[in-house]
Structures are given as C-alpha cells and as structure tokens.
C-alpha cells in the first residue's frame, strides 16, 4: 500500500507539497495537469515539468486524478473517435514517463454533487454535505451557482468554470443518452484504450458516480457492485480497474463496501478512503474519517482490502475543514493529514495481526 495526498498543482492548491512531504507516511502525491481540458491531448515537457517539481520536493507522483473524458466519448458523438485517439496520445505520453495509475470517470455532466460545501458540525468544523430534498427543488443553474459561490475563491475539480458555462449545451448532448447508451459508450472507449494501457503497464481506474444514484435525471452505471462488474466483465482486462472511493459508493447505505471489496480482486488500482455520516433518508454529511464519527467501519474496509492483496495507491479522500483552515472545500491540509496517519493505523494493526 502506498498512501498519497491529492495535490492540484501550486497554481491552485493552499497545501504545499512541503507540507504534504511532512505527514507521516506519505511518499507519494496524486495530480493532474489542472489547466488542461478534456479532449486536449497533454504535452511532454508539462508531464516532465510538474513530475520534476513533485520530485524536487521529495515526492513521487503516484497517480495522475484525473485525466478527465471528453463528452464526444461518453455521449458517444461523431468525433468521439478523434477524442479517443487525443486520450491514447495522453496515456502514451503518460506511459513513457512512468505514469501507469489514471483515475477518470465517466460522470454526465457534474463530477460529483454536493448541497452544502460549509456544513457547520457540532464540534464546530465544516464539511459537505448533501441533501436529496435540495436537490428535488433546485434546478442545475442554482446548483453550479450554489457550488461556485460557496467554494473560498477555490477552482474546484469537476466544477471548473469553463465547462460549466456550456451547462445547457451538456445537458443537450446527455438528452438521448440513457444508461445501457453511456455503458456502451464506456466499453467502447475502453476496449479502444485497452492496448495502450496493456503497452505500458497503465491501470485505468473509473471512480464511482457520486452521489450513487441518478441527479437531474442524467444516468449513473458505476454506482453498485452489479454495474461495476459488468463494466469488468464487458471488458476483462486487468488493466481495466475501479478507484474504490468508500465516500462515493457509501453514498447509498445498500452497498456493501467490504463486500464489493472482496468482489474486486485484483482490479481495485486506487483506493480513495474516506467516511460519511448518513442523518437521513437520501442525506449524508462527509465526518472524520474514524469509524466512531461517521457510518461506516473503516477497520472492515482496510481488512477487506488488505485480505484481498491490495497493493495499490490509497489516498485519504475528502477531509473537513477544521483549525480555522480556509481550504478548498474537502481538501484542506489538516484534515487529510489525521485521515492518512489514521488509515496508516488501521493498515499496521490490520498487517501486524495477519502476520501473528
Ligand atoms: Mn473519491
């Protein structure tokens, strides 16, 4: 297990990665090349320029989150053939220069949905949250105005604003895409990528939709451990792999995490670990990520991984804000950090006992 913290690059991030080098266990930085757009295919001396500096601090960086899918691809459009031949060139580039872990989605529209960005907790930290009943009255206009307002100044992943100006042309494009439409549209994408990824040892990892049903009626395939392995079945490469985010797929309390674990061996490439406490039916705030302050069991879920061989990339994934930090809204520094020294806990306990 190599554990990580997700870094956007000095342009956009408040954490250092001289603070990141700092927390106890972590060796590695998850990143992106946060300017790009979909569709763009990613220049060389960039991957070398951002991989120097990672390095020069000390770091390696140990998975690219994301290299995001343009939505000729996912919508299935006419020049989704160009775009997959722009996303081979990526991972090509990626490949040569030692970067085998890609974290993507293949979200419509929205990369995840919260209702509250700043949900006040009674210890006084802030956290976001979600509410199904906000979500049913609003429309996606107020969404992104709500998301945008409430995000410190920050550009948040998934909410950046160039592709939310085309809001309505996107939701165009998703009209005639219903479920089976998007989950064939994703093993086409993937049996074109599969030969790349199997050249250079490159691990594709599709992060779960998030929340883990269906927003504003656009269709969700990664939702469940029945949609996850049929997208592992429909292409039955080992390079073809999920990010398990606990924090995604705990969205829905129906889902067994420590079972789709155990479901996933040898394809879970990255894990993101994180808690939710669940205070109502379709609502959920994201907690600390004890076991004792959220919904889930942590324990169970580490065991469950560390049981089924995993040996992969694990990062703490969204943390509240908390000693007055004024973070991006799920990635301040300090939170993270206690999630990543509590995981390295768990993970010595869970090994220590399996050794005897
Ligand atoms: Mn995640």
């Known amino acids: 297990m190599q554990m990580t913290i997700r870094w956007f690059g000095k342009n956009y991030d408040a954490v250092t990665l001289e603070q990141i080098r700092q927390i106890p266990g972590v060796r590695g930085v998850i990143t992106t090349l946060y300017g790009t757009q979909p569709g763009e295919v990613w220049k060389t001396e960039d991957i070398r320029a951002i991989k120097a500096e990672v390095e020069a601090a ?190 995604s797929l705990g969205t829905n309390p129906k889902n067994d995490i420590p079972d789709i674990i155990r479901s996933l061996k040898g394809r879970i490439h990255f894990a993101h670990l994180r808690n ?12 600390a990520h004890l076991s004792s302050d959220g919904s889930m069991d942590m324990f169970a879920i580490v065991k469950a991984l560390y049981d089924g061989g995993f040996d992969g990339v694990i990062r703490p994934d969204h943390g509240r804000n908390i000693w007055g930090e004024k973070g991006m809204p799920g990635y301040g520094l300090y939170d993270r950090a206690l999630g990543a020294a509590y995981i390295e806990g768990l993970w010595e306990a869970v090994d220590k006992m399996s050794r005897g």
């Open 58 to 247: 000390g770091l390696k960086i140990l998975g690219i989150e994301s290299v995001n899918i343009h939505d000729e691809i996912k919508t299935g459009g006419p020049l989704r053939d160009k775009y997959i031949e722009n996303y081979i060139a990526t991972l090509e580039r990626l490949g040569k220069e030692d970067l085998r872990l890609i974290c993507y989605n293949f979200m419509p529209v929205f990369d995840w949905t919260r209702t509250d960005l700043a949900k006040r907790r009674t210890d006084g930290s802030t956290t976001m949250a979600y509410d199904q009943k906000i979500i049913d009255k609003i429309n996606p206009d107020d969404m992104l105005n709500s998301i945008t307002s409430q995000s410190n100044g920050f550009v948040l992943a998934g909410w950046e604003p160039e592709r939310l100006a085309r809001n309505k042309e996107l939701f165009a494009m998703y009209k005639d895409v219903d479920e089976e439409k998007l989950f064939s549209n994703l093993v086409y994408f993937l049996r074109a990528i599969m030969p790349v990824c199997g050249k250079y040892g490159i691990n594709m990892a599709i992060h779960p939709d998030d929340p883990a049903w269906s927003v504003f009626g656009l269709p969700r395939i990664i939702s469940t451990k029945e949609k996850i392995l049929r997208m592992m079945k429909a292409v039955d490469d080992p390079h073809n792999g999920v990010t398990l985010c606990t924090g």
């Open 276 to 287: 939710l406490l669940h205070t109502a039916p379709g609502m959920f705030e994201e907690s």
